[in-house]
């Protein structure tokens, strides 16, 4: 039999901690070659992100300060899945709450795995279209520092090239949804 033809045998699993967005988990395994070993896994709900179109074309980005980073990265505007909620739910909840639009037309543009060398997380890349401003958005999360920015599509490709952009699943979307930009 070759190797990779069945799966790892799970011997052990024991969750290391327990958090708000995700848990961490230390499971021991015996491989198919009957090696064994310990493999760490973050369990993540998963999270939904939109490349939002105002009518005249712009991209509806935000600059968010992220604490892992110790500073602010340029990002399409996502969220993590709440339990239960679909990932059509979570984006349109995200893009009113962090730049206070809501859109009239949705394409999901595909899914995809964040960091599959230590993470479960999926996310899901949708573009939003007839975008309508807010005249009272819903309020920011407590813990969240955003500022809303407007860019063209070249823009964002330079801020991509440029290293300005930097953030994986928005650059991903942003390719995913190149084909539907003018």
């Not at 021991?28 to 179109?53: D, F, I, M, T, Y």
């Not at 110790?70 to 996502?78: D, K, V």
């Not at 401003?133 to 813990?143: T, Y």
């Amino acid at each position: 039999m070759a190797l990779g033809s069945e799966p790892p045998q799970l011997l052990r699993q024991r969750l290391s901690y327990k958090g708000r967005k995700f848990n961490f988990e230390v499971n021991r395994l015996r491989l198919p070659n009957k090696s064994e070993g310990e493999w760490e896994c973050v369990r993540h709900p998963g999270g939904a992100l939109a490349v939002p179109v105002t009518p005249d074309g712009k991209l509806v980005l935000t600059r968010q300060y992220r604490f892992t980073v110790q500073g602010r990265l340029l990002e399409f505007p996502a969220g993590t899945l709440e339990v239960g909620e679909a990932p059509a739910g979570t984006i349109g909840r995200e893009i009113q709450e962090e730049v206070g639009y809501r859109a009239g037309q949705w394409k999901k543009l595909g899914e995809f795995f964040l960091a599959p060398g230590y993470s479960d997380e999926i996310i899901y890349a949708f573009l939003a279209t007839d975008l309508e401003l807010l005249e009272n958005p819903p309020k920011q999360d407590d813990d969240e520092d955003i500022e809303t920015v407007l860019m063209t599509s070249k823009e964002v490709e330079q801020a991509i090239y440029s290293g300005d952009l930097t953030d994986a699943k928005s650059i991903c979307s942003f390719m995913l949804a190149k084909p539907f930009l003018s």
